[in-house]
């Protein structure tokens, strides 16, 4: 966790306890990584669409625009295309539903509480480690996880307060988003 490279602006977005708190409408952000090859973003949005109070910012990467169909997805989700500013629409955010990548580390720096599935097999580690450690819920493997248990998961969390707080708090511990500068001291300590 302490050698993970990120942007600065993730640090500097943090979530604060005090915004994580009952809504009438919550905000979910769905975000599959660039390309998104197993088209997990519609299985996922398919699954909590129903959910009536939440609005869905759906993030779709660079790879992903020829997978859109915006006409068949309900006003209640706002498609997002490859924002450069990405830690904003995570920071306001009230869930995140993401892969166990980098996007995870991105979402503990920030303390953005988070249900994560792994993508592919170097993912299960973090999804797993990150689980262990109370950071979000890990919902395992894509192809060997049952996506109809999305929905009640996210009304779950989203009514669950103290967890989500709890998640928040963990997740800053675990990733302070200083990587750079501890990997620049290593390495300058090596050059001199």
Same mark, same amino acid.
């Given at each position: 966790y302490e050698y993970f490279l990120t942007n600065p602006e993730f640090s500097k977005n943090k979530k604060k306890l005090y915004e994580i708190k009952s809504k009438k409408k919550y905000n979910v952000v769905v975000s599959c990584g660039g390309s998104d090859v197993n088209n997990l973003t519609w299985k996922i949005i398919r699954e909590i669409i129903p959910i009536s109070n939440i609005k869905i910012q759906?993030?779709?990467g660079p790879l992903m625009k020829q997978n859109v169909n915006v006409k068949k997805i309900k006003k209640s989700?706002?498609?997002?295309y490859s924002p450069k500013n990405i830690w904003k629409f995570f920071n306001k955010s009230d869930l995140v539903?993401? $892969?166990s990548g980098s996007t995870l580390f991105e979402l503990a720096v920030q303390g953005i509480p988070c249900i994560h599935i792994a993508t592919v097999k170097q993912q299960i580690p973090y999804g797993l480690e990150f689980s262990k450690?109370?950071?979000?819920?890990?919902m395992g493997f894509w192809n060997e996880f049952d996506f109809s248990k999305i929905k009640s998961i996210t009304e779950e969390l989203l009514s669950n307060i103290s967890k989500r707080k709890q998640m928040s708090s $963990?997740?800053?511990g675990l990733a302070d988003g200083n990587g750079?500068?501890?990997?620049?001291?290593i390495v300058s300590s090596v050059i001199n």
């Amino acid at each position: 966790y302490e050698y993970f490279l990120t942007n600065p602006e993730f640090s500097k977005n943090k979530k604060k306890l005090y915004e994580i708190k009952s809504k009438k409408k919550y905000n979910v952000v769905v975000s599959c990584g660039g390309s998104d090859v197993n088209n997990l973003t519609w299985k996922i949005i398919r699954e909590i669409i129903p959910i009536s109070n939440i609005k869905i910012q759906v993030i779709v990467g660079p790879l992903m625009k020829q997978n859109v169909n915006v006409k068949k997805i309900k006003k209640s989700v706002e498609i997002v295309y490859s924002p450069k500013n990405i830690w904003k629409f995570f920071n306001k955010s009230d869930l995140v539903i993401c $892969t166990s990548g980098s996007t995870l580390f991105e979402l503990a720096v920030q303390g953005i509480p988070c249900i994560h599935i792994a993508t592919v097999k170097q993912q299960i580690p973090y999804g797993l480690e990150f689980s262990k450690s109370k950071f979000g819920i890990y919902m395992g493997f894509w192809n060997e996880f049952d996506f109809s248990k999305i929905k009640s998961i996210t009304e779950e969390l989203l009514s669950n307060i103290s967890k989500r707080k709890q998640m928040s708090s $963990t997740g800053k511990g675990l990733a302070d988003g200083n990587g750079l500068q501890r990997f620049e001291r290593i390495v300058s300590s090596v050059i001199n």
